[in-house]
């Protein structure tokens, strides 16, 4: 009977959809077709959007959900009690291992029967959630969203950039993500930093060229700026794990945008191309040999990973000069975390230099409704709450004048994290503690930019959120040249997906192993061109055109 619900409902979804247009752009909103909920009829148990409680009478609803080591108890849990009080819903939860989360839900699927009423998750892979879709486990949202939408479609119209990352390839909703609108998270790919003490002690200004880079690095190696006598300083170091720690990414910005996430893909006037096939990078790469060879960027950064890193960088004796990393390697209760300043883009590199900004965008729905949900109204609205404004700052910061309280205008010890006037002060915590108070990053959430940058920070006190806001703002911001390609949110057709995933493993492993090769010199820089044929092989071109069909047919409509 649900199978054939869900049959009913797709065809009726697609016959609107012949009628009005695809668009491949729907968020369920105004863009949906009217003809699609007018065909449906809506369980009379569920109240109209915006009337709490969801439902006239109580049901239960079985949730399967993504564990999180800082939550103790999810039944046993503040938020559940106040989710169910808000909504009338009891949730019956199974909850997934926090590692290997893929390998359950896969299973889960697979055995294609009993499975949950809803699945809330980091995020399921759209091309997962493509399969799912082709055996009819999971159910299209468009009506539900045409008629109890609210936050979700808040969430769409504030950030229309995510819309076209949401949509299925057949022009449906078949869950919704979770959204996190933090400026600092969106620029930081790239970022560098140095010890402004030692630059101090040895009287050198912050680089603004590649040539100043090299200068004040080979400085840091031969003067002995932490002045103990031996020649233990590490100029510069990354890692090959952590935020932005990545020292090609981030050296290689002068010359030409380079971003790990996407395996260092760029769009170039509507087309997705490979950064490193382009001249620019092999310049860059020559600059960064340069520095490796003369110890000047630390070797161990191509095999160490970011956990050894922050050793260097908390070390008692001062040793690291620089680091790459989107926040800091320096813990984030250490005064050292402010010592270290946020390089701008240095120029002298190439005229196509430059950052990329992150507009985060979601690699796949955080939370599905499945085709053996027996209250699919009700499941949606619940999913469409949770992304309300109220229980996003109760899932975040805790009860509402016991964690956290709203500040009046006048609150003069406080501000914002932007530097604007605060618009709630923390009062406990909650988020750094193990505990059930929250479900946290697990649950499906959108905070908006006030949520994010109203949190109250003691005036005149700069603190690591400031920090980080201030050198995304400074040192990053006025350099962006684009957005990074929305690689991880793309659907494929079976077929594409079969031939694209054994090009992309062979041809990013080979390009991973060979930077690295590059770089500390494993491999002469003479063998550029060679190693440019070799990723022809591989089947670059190919690899290519399977991203850019669909990255036309997602975000260009074509």
């Not at 103990?228 to 300083?233: F, I, L, P, R, S």
């Not at 996003?392 to 016991?402: L, Q, T």
């Amino acid at each position: 009977m649900k199978k054939a619900f869900l049959k009913l409902l797709s065809l009726t979804l697609a016959a609107s959809m012949l009628l009005t247009g695809c668009g491949g752009a729907s968020t369920g909103s105004d863009e949906s077709a009217p003809d699609a909920v007018s065909e449906i009829t809506f369980d009379p148990n569920v109240n109209p959007k915006g009337v709490l409680p969801i439902v006239k009478e109580p049901i239960t609803l079985d949730i399967a959900i993504q564990n999180q080591s800082l939550v103790t108890d999810f039944k046993d849990n503040e938020l559940t009690k106040w989710i169910e009080e808000q909504t009338g819903i009891t949730l019956n939860f199974t909850v997934l291992p926090e590692k290997d989360t893929a390998t359950k839900v896969n299973l889960m699927f697979a055995a294609g029967k009993d499975l949950p009423d809803v699945l809330i998750l980091g995020s399921l892979p759209n091309t997962t959630l493509n399969e799912y879709i082709a055996d009819e486990l999971v159910i299209p949202l468009d009506a539900y969203i045409e008629e109890y939408g609210e936050n979700y479609v808040r969430m769409m119209e504030e950030n229309p950039a995510i819309k076209k990352a949401c949509v299925a390839m057949d022009g449906h909703v078949y869950g919704m993500p979770k959204y996190n609108v933090t400026e600092h998270n969106m620029l930081k790919h790239g970022k560098m930093y140095l010890y402004q003490p030692w630059l101090d002690k040895l009287n050198l200004e912050v680089p603004k060229t590649v040539d100043d880079l090299y200068n004040v690095l080979k400085a840091f190696k031969e003067q002995d700026p932490n002045g103990n006598g031996k020649a233990d300083e590490v100029p510069f170091a990354g890692a090959t794990s952590g935020a932005g720690t990545d020292v090609i990414q981030a050296l290689m910005a002068p010359f030409i945008p380079y971003n790990t996430v996407t395996s260092g893909l760029l769009e170039k006037d509507g087309k997705i191309i490979a950064s490193y096939t382009q001249p620019e990078f092999k310049q860059g790469m020559e600059f960064i040999h340069k520095l490796v060879s003369e110890k000047l960027v630390d070797p161990v950064s191509f095999t160490q990973d970011q956990a050894q890193l922050k050793q260097l960088a908390n070390r008692d004796e001062m040793i690291l000069g620089g680091f790459a990393h989107a926040y800091t390697a320096v813990n984030a209760n250490s005064p050292r975390v402010f010592e270290y300043t946020c390089l701008p883009l240095l120029s002298g590199g190439t005229d196509q230099g430059g950052f990329l900004r992150d507009p985060l965008y979601p690699a796949g729905p955080s939370f599905i409704v499945t085709a053996d949900c027996e209250h699919p109204e009700a499941a949606y609205r619940l999913g469409d709450f949770l992304l309300s404004k109220e229980a996003c700052m109760r899932n975040r910061f805790g009860v509402k004048d016991r964690d956290w309280k709203f500040v009046d205008d006048d609150a003069t010890d406080i501000e914002g994290i932007n530097g604007d006037p605060a618009q709630f002060r923390i009062i406990n915590n909650v988020w750094g503690e193990t505990g059930n108070t929250l479900w946290r990053s697990e649950c499906l959430l959108y905070y908006d930019y006030n949520q994010v940058y109203g949190a109250g920070r003691p005036k005149d006190v700069l603190n690591p959120d400031k920090y980080h806001h201030q050198n995304s703002k400074n040192c990053f911001k006025p350099y962006v040249v684009g957005d990074i390609v929305p690689y991880k949110c793309l659907f494929y057709t079976s077929e594409e997906m079969n031939n694209y995933s054994l090009l992309a493993t062979s041809i990013e492993d080979h390009l991973k192993v060979n930077l690295a090769a590059f770089a500390t010199g494993n491999r002469d820089m003479s063998e550029w061109d060679t190693f440019q044929k070799e990723l022809e092989n591989l089947g670059l071109e190919d690899y290519l055109n399977y991203i850019n069909t669909a990255y036309s047919r997602q975000f260009l409509g074509k």
